[in-house]
């Protein structure tokens, strides 16, 4: 169980595209976005644990791991591709901005752009819940992050500044979001 909820800027369009292919879809989407998931420091797809021995081995692990949980594997992919750099922690407090203002009622969640995983998949049991946000929430939580900071109570003094960044990397790509990830 995480201790905080999590910041994470998102692609939704890639996390929608990735729940929506077929088996051979998700190893074509593989194949083209190969070097950029090379590049990932760690997988959430157990399929791409084959890369470092050859392409053949990777194509057969891949199809071992489909065969065996397609739910997994497709929620490994919307991870790795779907989910951009890395998470900033933080309280639930900080987020107090967005989440007790109405703004937050009536925002897109998770549920709405991945699909619900067959309870027999480790993807239920590795999936994260969260909202998805623009930049003006980000503002929001950014606000409650100065005014805790003011009060004594923030933990990280650099994190209403990711957050800012975070926001401004929104309005300048309207394809991103960012992912209020809730604690599990």
């Known amino acids: 169980m995480k201790e905080n909820d999590e910041l994470q800027l998102i692609d939704p369009a890639i996390m929608t595209h990735v729940a929506g292919l077929d088996a051979d879809g ?3 989407l593989t ?3 190969l ?4 590049r990932l420091e760690s997988f959430h797809s157990p ?3 084959g890369l470092s ?6 194509e057969k692990v891949f199809w071992m791991f489909y065969e065996e949980d397609p ?3 497709r929620w490994g992919l919307i991870h790795d591709l779907g989910f951009i750099g890395k998470p ?20 897109t969640t998770s549920r709405e752009l991945i699909p619900e995983w067959d309870e027999e998949s480790d993807a239920h049991y590795f999936a994260v819940l969260f909202d998805v946000l623009d930049a003006d929430h980000l503002d929001l939580i950014a606000g409650s992050l100065d005014s805790f900071r003011k009060l004594g109570f923030a933990d990280d003094p650099a994190a209403r500044l990711t957050v800012r960044t975070m ?3 929104l309005r300048g790509d309207s394809t991103l979001r960012a992912a209020y990830i809730y604690q599990t």
Not at 35 to 38: A, M, Q, R, S, T
Not at 88 to 107: K, M, Q, T
């Open 47 to 49: 399929a791409l644990h």
């Open 31 to 33: 194949l083209e976005r």
């Open 71 to 73: 739910d997994q594997v």
């Open 35 to 38: 070097d950029e998931l090379k």
């Open 88 to 107: 900033l922690r933080i309280d639930a407090w900080a987020a107090s901005g967005y989440l007790d203002h109405a703004w937050s009622a009536d925002v």
């Open 53 to 58: 021995y050859g392409m053949e081995h990777f």
């Open 26 to 28: 998700l190893w074509q």
């Open 167 to 169: 926001a401004k990397t």
